[in-house]
């Protein structure tokens, strides 16, 4: 086990940067944190879909951060509740998942993770899969768990209120959810639980339920979330997500798409500029500096954060260029694809995430092949090389 660095200045970075709430509180934290205690430390993610996003990123960023101070920490892939499914800020049901899913979804989660977290070494990040103990719970067991909780106080969720008044179905396996959640932090026997502030909820049911099942305290550390002015998070459910897995290019351009009021937010929570340079971005926007000069530096910190100094200095000189100057990209990614057929090359090459989207696209004028706008959803295209856009921002060249 590596040595804990307990250096307060550190500690209170990583307390404060992106932090939406500590429980019970910071200061009876920090000084858990300042006595040299290893403590253990984990984040769930359901399986859900096959890739994280940026807003793992942010959690795992976090992880990362408890790792370099010498703690153990657990990267918990929900491989059971994900078939379960989070009520979090659903007002509809969750469509259930089937075990073939939920496998099929969490394979490429490590490599993805691996990119933050250092799964090997003296301190190795630990995966761990919460079917190891819910699936061994018998039923008498789940009675006794569900039996520490009550159904006003999970009534409580805005999310249900909002169900109920519009006449929508909660199923009993929704208000089980936290109570599943929980029992993870009682197995794993944590010290501090990290997620999304969206996941507040949850993670109280769990300092509760150790509370009361081992008499110990586990801290809870909420982390702000990046959303729209709208208030919609970035996410997989929103489609608007930068994914772990995605180029330089598209981290990019998505970032060039967020909204002014993201500006400062995204910084926080997504980058490691320091806390001094953040504000001085925000002192000077508010002085009336252009929004788009933040922003190119924004998507360029992220940028470098997940895929390297060098692709960001690429991609930003690649946008300047085109958008700036009105100018094509000099180098753009290239496919050689199956299909002529115009619909299934923008699903191929992750243009268009379904046929459903890439109709859509068409019919709204965004795709241009060969600087032609393309509004035939059934339109094909020759043999030879072509070079398709997307929008203002995303070229590529497809070879048939």
Same mark, same amino acid.
């Given at each position: ?47 859900t879909g096959p890739v994280l996003h940026i807003g793992h990123g942010n959690q795992l960023r976090k992880l990362a951060q408890f790792q370099k101070l010498g703690h153990e920490v657990i990267f918990l892939i929900g491989d ?22 939920? $496998? /099929? @979804? ?11 977290? %250092?799964?090997? =070494? +003296?301190?190795?990040? #630990? ?85 009361? $099942? /081992? @008499? ?11 959303? %729209?002015?709208? =208030? +919609?998070?970035?996410? #997989? ?164």
């Amino acid at each position: 086990m590596a040595k804990v660095i307990n250096d307060e200045k550190l500690i209170e970075e990583i307390l404060s940067r992106g932090v939406e709430q500590i429980y019970p509180d910071k200061e009876t934290f920090k000084r858990v944190l300042m006595s040299g205690k290893v403590i253990k430390l984990y984040c769930g993610f359901d399986p859900t879909g096959p890739v994280l996003h940026i807003g793992h990123g942010n959690q795992l960023r976090k992880l990362a951060q408890f790792q370099k101070l010498g703690h153990e920490v657990i990267f918990l892939i929900g491989d059971f509740t994900g078939m379960v499914g989070d009520p979090s800020g659903k007002v509809s049901a969750r469509v259930q998942l089937t075990r073939a899913q939920i $496998l /099929k @979804n969490l394979k490429g989660y490590k490599k993805q993770a691996s990119g933050i977290l %250092d799964f090997s =070494g +003296k301190n190795a990040a #630990k995966v761990m899969f919460n079917s190891k103990w819910h699936r061994k719970l018998k039923f008498d067991d789940v009675m006794n768990l569900a039996s520490k909780f009550t159904v006003q106080r999970l009534l409580e969720r805005d999310m249900f209120q909002i169900r109920i008044k519009e006449g929508k179905p909660i199923y009993l396996s929704e208000f089980m959810y936290p109570v599943l959640q929980g029992y993870d932090c009682v197995a794993m026997d944590v010290d501090l639980e990290i997620g999304g502030s969206d996941q507040t909820f949850n993670m109280l049911a769990g300092r509760d339920l150790m509370k009361t $099942l /081992k @008499n110990k305290e586990k801290f809870v550390l909420t982390l702000k979330l990046l959303t %729209d002015p709208t =208030g +919609k998070k970035m996410g #997989k459910t929103e489609g608007n997500m930068i994914t772990l897995v995605d180029s330089g290019q598209e981290m990019f351009g998505k970032v060039m798409s967020w909204t002014d009021e993201m500006i400062i937010i995204g910084f926080e929570t997504c980058t490691d500029l320091p806390t001094d340079e953040i504000n001085k971005i925000a002192a000077e926007m508010k002085d009336g500096a252009n929004p788009r000069d933040a922003k190119i530096k924004l998507a360029f910190e992220i940028v470098k954060l997940y895929r390297g100094e060098k692709e960001a200095e690429a991609v930003k000189e690649n946008f300047i260029k085109v958008f700036s100057q009105k100018e094509k990209p000099e180098q753009v990614e290239s496919y050689k694809v199956k299909s002529e057929k115009l619909i299934d090359i923008l699903v191929e090459t992750n243009l268009a995430p379904s046929r459903s989207d890439a109709k859509r696209l068409i019919e709204q004028g965004g795709v241009k092949i060969d600087d032609q706008v393309i509004s035939d959803i059934n339109y094909t295209l020759d043999p030879g090389e072509h070079l398709i856009q997307k929008g203002k921002r995303f070229f590529i060249k497809v070879i048939i």
